[in-house]
């Protein structure tokens, strides 16, 4: 099955005008999902080009299988119900319950206030699309909003029921979880799912250009979609427990917040502290009459990190795992250059304890390239360059900061630990040990079959698309030398 599918993979578009009439084709008329041999033997993985969820089934006969499910999350019943026309993120938003009411907006009376969900704007990320935040291309979150603001003081508020949503330009997928109150014998637990979407530019010769992908055209026009939850994307490199469950099966799912508190550098928030810098680069780009990830326009600079905080905290995540201490870390920095404080949140998820953190510092980008693919991007939207012409919008990072925010390993490492900070975390004893990717378990690396190794080897030597291509490349990437040494590690 895996195989009939493997053939269709890279070319087959995911169907047109919504769910109805989405799934199959000639020649993988059943396309599901790659059977899960379990641990065990070595599995190559699905052969295919291109994005995760690739060979998973799709649109009406993925919605099929998920509410057949009979989840009492807002999210799955909202989809449901009817199975909804989605053509733009708008339309997403409305059926989920975030979307903005009709203006007038006001700074300070929009998020949260007068019917419009929460929202706010990081120009860094560690979740899914790390490798495609900015301050140029910065993610949108939205939310229900909290039954409180700012750091949780006294008993907390949860909201009895929520939703959430991030988004980012580059990545044709909205994220989406919500609060199931069935779950967990009645005490509540959150579902997670992820709704790839299609545009014309998605079965063109050439694929989608950045042009396609990083303006307001990524927006809206879907030609297809298809929604999936966390256990359909657990044995995919998309799996959303391995952050927001990072304890493993039976452990409790949570939101997360690296950087929860004051002064919310990565968060473009009013007065966090380096956000006239990242605001000054988003507007040099973005034009004011440009509504952006959700957000309408002229109100990308009214979103609230408090509100954020609170969500988080209310609902019973004021514990964030190594959480990024900016405070801390700030006046390290200014008075002397470095942060031991940083260092160590990095060791700390350098050796696998935790996933990467933030950049130590407010903005992360290479200011030349910013201010390249700023003119490029202005230029289009004033229409003076054609859309096609624009760079790659993610391509910001230099090389230290992409080491920094674990793009790539840090610098000098033996295969070993390189195998421990690139692999490691999703390939370990404490996350699902029922699938497959469990059986290339890096913490048991010394006791891994020597075919287990051999796979790794050829994975890692995959071309960067490859869908068994190892590490992700959405996450991170090694260079030549980096090969080798983890190569040689293996090959012991
Ligand atoms: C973001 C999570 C993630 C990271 C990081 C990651 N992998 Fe994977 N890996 C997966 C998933 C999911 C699968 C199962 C799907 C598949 O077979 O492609 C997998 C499968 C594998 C398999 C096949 C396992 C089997 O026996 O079926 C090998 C080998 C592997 N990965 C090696 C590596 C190596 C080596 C690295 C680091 C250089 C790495 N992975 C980094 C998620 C990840
Ligand atoms: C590599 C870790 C990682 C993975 C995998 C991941 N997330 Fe997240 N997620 C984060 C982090 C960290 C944040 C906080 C904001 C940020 O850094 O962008 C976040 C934030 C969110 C938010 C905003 C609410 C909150 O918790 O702050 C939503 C919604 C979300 N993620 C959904 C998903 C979905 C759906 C998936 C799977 C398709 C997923 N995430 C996979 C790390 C991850």
Redesign the pocket.
């Known amino acids: 099955m895996a195989v009939a599918g493997a053939a269709a993979c890279g070319s087959q578009p995911d169907g047109t005008g919504g769910p109805s009439g989405s799934p199959g084709s000639s020649v993988a008329p059943d396309a599901a999902a ?1 059977a899960d ?1 379990g ?1 065990g ?3 190559a ?2 052969v295919c080009t291109g994005e ?1 969820t690739a060979l998973l089934d799709k649109g009406a006969k993925q919605l099929t299988n998920l509410c057949a499910r009979g989840y009492g999350d807002p999210i799955s019943r909202a989809f449901c119900a009817t199975p909804p026309t989605l053509t733009s993120l708008a339309d997403v938003q409305k059926l989920v319950g975030l979307a903005f009411k009709p203006g007038p907006y006001t700074n300070g009376g929009t998020s949260g206030k007068n019917g419009n969900p929460g929202f706010i704007l990081t120009a860094q990320s560690t979740s899914i699309t790390t490798r495609k935040v900015s301050q140029i291309n910065p993610r949108t979150i939205f939310f229900t909003p909290p039954l409180g603001r700012g750091r949780l003081s006294g008993p907390p508020q949860p909201n009895p029921s929520y939703v959430a949503m991030g988004f980012t330009r580059g990545d044709m997928a909205i994220e989406l979880l919500a609060k199931d109150p069935t779950m967990n014998g009645g005490k509540g637990d959150i579902r997670f799912f992820l709704l790839k979407y299609e545009q014309a530019c998605s079965s063109a010769p050439g694929g989608c250009t950045p042009g396609d992908l990083y303006t307001p055209a990524v927006e809206s026009n879907f030609t297809g979609w298809s929604l999936y939850d966390d256990e359909d994307l657990k ?3 998309l ?1 959303c427990r ?1 952050c927001h469950q990072p304890g493993g099966p039976g452990t409790p799912r949570m939101l997360r917040m690296q950087e929860l508190q004051r002064p919310w550098q990565h968060w473009m928030y009013n007065d966090a502290t380096g956000v006239a810098a990242l605001r000054t680069d988003f507007h040099a780009a973005h034009p004011a009459n440009e509504s952006y990830g959700g957000i309408p326009a002229g109100v990308a600079d009214f979103g609230d990190v408090q509100q954020l905080e609170a969500f988080v905290e209310n609902n019973g995540f004021l514990v964030q795992p190594n959480e990024f201490p900016g405070k801390a870390i700030l006046a390290e920095l200014g008075a002397t250059g470095t942060s031991a404080t940083w260092q160590s949140a990095y060791k700390a998820s350098e050796v696998a304890q935790f996933i990467p953190v933030p950049y130590f510092d407010s903005m992360a980008t290479d200011p030349v390239k910013v201010q390249a693919l700023v003119g490029q991007y202005s230029a289009v939207a004033a229409g003076r360059l054609p859309a096609s012409q624009l760079g790659d919008m993610s391509d910001v990072f230099s090389d230290v900061a992409q080491r920094a925010m674990t793009h790539k390993p840090a610098a000098g490492l033996t295969g070993r630990q ?2 421990v900070q ?2 490691q ?3 370990n004893s404490h996350l699902d040990q029922m ?3 469990a ?2 378990n890096v913490e048991r690396l010394d006791t891994l079959s020597r075919a ?1 190794k051999d ?2 080897i050829r ?2 030597n995959l071309p960067k698309d490859d ?2 291509h ?3 490349q ?3 990437e ?1 260079d030549a030398a980096e090969i080798a040494a ?1 190569q040689a590690e ?1 090959a012991k």
């Open positions: 790659p041999p641990p033997a070595p599995s993985g699905p995760a044995n995919t490199t799996d391995q390189i195998l690139v692999c975390q999703c390939h699938i497959s990717r059986t290339m287990e796979e790794a994975r890692i869908c068994s190892m590490p992700p959405r996450f991170r090694l983890v293996l």
